[in-house]
C-alpha cells in the first residue's frame, strides 16, 4: 500500500517538475536547461519567505511570481535570439542555470538549508500511515493537471497556444503574434518550474546545485512524452513508479538511474516515446 | 574547356604538392617550438604554477576531443568526462586494489583504453542510429556520465562511493617528469588532430556537420563515421583520464560526471569551436585562473564564467579564438590566410559498371511500389523498368506523389510496400549509403552541398566512397568522371574549385550538386527540379548535359519537373502520375497529345488549348 | 473608397540567393477577384508567401489600402483585414472544426453571428463542430477553409490554389461562395489558380506568371482571354 502511494507521490512531484520544460519544449521547440535553475529559485523564494516568518502556504505564490519574472526578462536578452539554434539555446540555458546557482550562493550562502513545511505529520489511510505533505503533493499535482489542461483546452490563450504548437508558420498567418505566444509561454514555464522547486523543497532540503537532478529526470521525461501533458502524466507514472520500485528492491542509487535509463531506451527503439504518433 | 586541357593540367601538379608539405612543415615547426616550451616549463614556472598546468593539459586533451566532436562534427557532446572517469578509474582501482606494479600499470592502461572505447561503441550505437535525431544524440551523451558517475557513488568500497580513492601508489616520477609527458601528450594530440581536421578525410567531419543526409547520399555511412570517431575520443579523454590518476593519485566520482562534461563544452565555447587552438588555449587558461582565482573569490568567478559563456553563445557563437585572430591580422595588416590549396582536376579511370557487361539487365525495376502516411496513400502500385541511355520524365499536378517516389529509389527504408531493383540489385530496407553503392545517385530539389567547404572539397567527399582519402595530408589532384568535369566545365565552377560552397550563385549551387552526384560514377541519375530558381541560359544549358548524359555516358536519368516545356525538349519518355498512381507512360508526343493529361494539368478540362 | 485593396510594386523576393519571383507589379481594388493564373513551380505561392511576410522582399513594396506593409511579420499583415489561406497544411488537422473557425477570428465575441453567416453558405459546418478538421473529406476541408477566412468578413482575401484535387460541383460552389461574398462585402480577392476554367468563372482579371515573371494579362471579358492563357500554359 505505502509502496503504490510512494508511486502515486513520486509520479506527481515528477510532474509538477516537468510540466515547465515540456510547455516550453513544445511551444519553443528549445530545451531550457534553466529548468534547474528556476527550480532552485523556487527553493530560494521558499526559504526567504518561511525565514521572514511568513506562512509557508505563501511562498508558493511568491515562488511562482519570482520564476515567472525571472523567465520574463531571460527570454527577452537570451533565449530570443536562439530561436533558430536549438542546440545553442540548449548550452545558452545551461549557463545560465550557473549563473543562477552561483547568484544564489552569493546571496545565501553553498550551505545545505532546511525549509520549514506547510504541514507536517502523517496521516491514517486504509491502515497505513503516511506523510501528509506528500499526500498533499499529490492534489497539488492533480490541480495543477486539470488548470492546465483547462487553460490549453477551454480558453482563447490556450487555443492560441496549440495553434502555435501545431503549425506556427500558420497561425502567425491568422494574426497571432507567436513571439508573444512564446514570451508568455517561456515565463509561464519558468514559473511553473519555480513553484515546483518551492513544493519539493519542504521534502528535502535547499543548496544551490538542488535544480541539476530534477532537470535531468525532467528533461528525460520530456523527451519521452513528446509534447503532450497526457503523455507526461503516464510517463511519469510508469518510469517514476520503476524509479520507486529499483530503489525499494534493488539500491537507491541505482534507482536515481531508472528514469534516465529506461527513457534514453525506450527513445532508441520508439523515437516518438510514449506520445501518440 | 576540352578534356586535353584538364588532363594538360595535370603536369603542374607539383607546385600545390610542395604547398602541402610546407603545411605539415608549418606544423612540424610550431610542433617543436611548442615542445620546447614544455621542456623549459618546470624550470622557469613556480611549482603550484606547474602541478596546474599538469592538470589543465591532461583536461585540454579532452576538451580537443570535445572540439572535434562538436565543433567539426557537430554532435553536441556533455559525455567526454565519462570517458576521462572510465580511465581515471582504471588506474585508481587496479592501484588500490591490486597494488602498483609496472604489470598493474600497463595492464591498467589498456583497462583504461579498452573500457573507454568499449563504453564509446555502445553509446555511439545508441546515440548514432541510422535517422537519428541530433537532439536525441546529445541526449545519450548527457545520460552516459551521469550513469557512470552513479555506478561509481553506488559501487561502496569497491570504489570509494562519493569521496573516490586515495592514496593509491602510482608511478614515482617527479612532477616536471609528468609535466613534460603531460605537455607532450598535449601537444603532439593537438599537432595530429591538426593534420587530420585538415587533410582530406578530415572535411568529412565538417562535410557531416553541413549536411549529414547529403553525407549518407553521397554512400558515406555517417552513423559507422560518428561511431568510429566517438571510440577514437574516448580512447583519448580515457589516456588523459589514466594519467590525471596516475599524477594527482586521487578519483572522485565528479570527474566522470554530467557537470565535468558540460565544463568542458564551456571551455571550448569560450576558446572558439572548430579551432582547435582555441579550446586548448581556452582549457589552460581557464583551468589556470580557475585554481588561482577560485580561492580568494571561488562564487564569483564562477559567475563570471558563467555570464562569458552565455555572452558567447549568444552574441559570439565562434567563440574568442577567432576574434583573436583577426584582430592579429589586423595588427600586421595581412589578409585572410588562404587556407584552400589550388586542386587540379584530373579525369578518373572509370571502371564499366557491372550491370553493363551482364547484358539484358535493367538499370532500374519497381514492383508495386507503394507508400502510406497512415490512411493517406501517396504512392500506389507503381511499376515500371528504365534502360540505361533513357531520360524519362516524371510529371504531374502537386502532390501526385513525384519526390516521394525519387525517395523511395534512393531510401530502402522509404516505401511502405512493393520491391526495387537497381541494376538487379533488390534495395530491400538498406540505407542511402547503401543504395548508392548500387549505382543510384540523387540530386536534391534545392540545392543541397556543404556551405563550407569549398568545391573541390565538397566533390573530393563525393569521390569518398570509390578513393579513401587521406587522414594526414590533402591530395594536390582530384579525380572525376568524365560526366562530372563536363558540368564543371560547362557550368564554370572550374574558376572557383576553392570558394566555399555558400559564396557560390543558386545556379552554381545546383551545378555542383550535380558534378558531385555524378562524381558518385552512378548508373541511374535521380534529379528533383534541377533546374528549379534557374535563370533560361542556366536551363538550357543543364538540359544539355542531360541529353548528353544519357546518350553519350548512357545513363538512366529519372527527371522530376515542373517546366514541361523543359521536360518536352530533352526527355526520351515521360511518366505521368496523378494522386500516387501511373496514369501514362509514353513518348514525349503521346503526353504532349493526351488530353487526360491536359485535363489533369490544368484541374479541368481547357477548351480551346493547343500544344503551341 | 478610391484607395486600392492591394498593390504591389516591382516586387522580387525567393528563397536563399534565389530569386522565385521577379519585378511582379499588381493591383487589386477593392471589390475586384484577380487571378494569377500558372503551372507548378512558377513562383505563384512564392508570390504570397512573400505579399504575406513569411519570405524576405528582396525589392520592391507592398501597400494595402494605402499602407505600406512592406517587410511586416505575417501577424501584423494578417491584422490588416487580410485573410490568407494556404495551399498546403491550411488547417490545424488535430484541432476540431470549431477551433479551426475560432482562429479565424481575433476575438470569440465575434464566433456566433459569424457561424450564423457562415452556416447559411455551408450549412453542414454548424453540425460538424466538435469534429476533427482532418477527419473531414478534401472538398469539405476546402470549404472549412473558405469559411474560415470568411469569419473575419476581410476586406482582402488572398487565396492560394483552393480548387486543387475538388471535383467540378464543389469547384462551382466555391465559385459561387467567393462572388456573393465579393457582392456582399466588396471583399478584395486574389486567387492563385491552375484551374483555368474556375479562375475565368470567378475572376474579373488575370496575370499570368510563369518562371516568377508576369508574361501576360487582361480583362477576363476580353474576347481573347482564353486563348491567351492557354497559349502561355500549354503543354
Redesign the interface.
Known sequence: MSQLLDILTTAAILYAVAAGLLIVFGVMKI?NFAHGGFLTVGGYSALAVTKLGIDPWFALAFAFVIGFVCGMIIERL?VR??YS????A???T???G??IG??I??AFG?EVQFVQSPVTGAVGLLGASYSEYRLILVVIAVVLAVALGLILNGT?LG??T??VI??E??????????GLVRFATFSLGAGLASLAGALITPLSSVDPNMG?PWL?NA??LV?VSGVSLVSLAFACLVLGGAQVLVSTYG?P??G??TI??LA?LV??FR?QGFAR? | MSNGTITGAATMASQPHRRSHANLRNIAILTVVALLIVGVGPYVLPTYMVNSLIRAFLYAAVALTVDVLWGYTGILTFGQSAFFGIGAYAAGLVFTHLGFTPGYATLSFFGAVFAAMLAAAIVGWLAFYHGASPLYGSVITLVLPIVVSQILYSGGNFTGSSSGLSGFESFDISIETWFWIAGAFLVLLTAGAWIFVRSDAGKILIAIRDNEQRCEYLGINVSRVKILLLVVCAAIAGIAGYAFAGVQMVVAPEYAGFVFGTELLIWVALGGRGTLIGPVLGTLVLDVSTSYLSGNLPYVWKLIIGVAFVVVIVALPGGLMPLAIASWRRLLRRGRAVDAETTVLVPAEEEPFAGLQGGGQHALTLTEVSKHFGSLKVLEGIAFQAQRGELLSLVGPNGAGKTTLMRCIADGDERSRGSILINDHDIQRLPPYSCVAFGVGRKFQTANVFDSLTVAQALRIARTRLKRPSFWQRAPTLELPQAALQVIAATGLDQHLDLEARHLAHGQKQALELAMVLALEPSVLLLDEPTAGLTKPERTRIGGILVDLATAHRLCILLVEHDLDFVREISSRVIVLHQGKIVLDGTVSEVVESELVRSIYSGAVLPSASAA | MSANALEVTGLSSGYGEALVVRDIALVVKPGEIFSLLGKNGMGKSTLLKTLMGYLPIKSGSVRVFDRDITGQPPHRVARQAIAYSPQEKALFQDLTVEDNLRLGLRDDAQFDPGLDRIGKVFNFLPTRLKQRAGTLSGGEQKMLLVARALMSEPKIMLIDEISEGLQPSVIDRLAGVLRAERDRAGTAILLIEQNVKFALSVADRYAVLKMGEIMDRGDVGEPDAESRIAAQLSV
Open positions: 530545451i537570451v535570439p536562439l539554434r536549438p542546440l545553442d540548449i548550452l545558452a545551461w549557463g545560465l550557473i549563473i552561483q547568484v550562493t552569493l553553498r482563447r487555443l492560441v496549440r495553434a501545431m503549425n508558420d500558420l497561425a502567425r498567418g491568422l494574426g497571432i503574434n507567436s541539476v535531468v528533461f528525460m523527451m539500491n542509487i541505482l536515481g538511474l534516465v535509463v534514453a527513445l532508441r523515437a504518433d
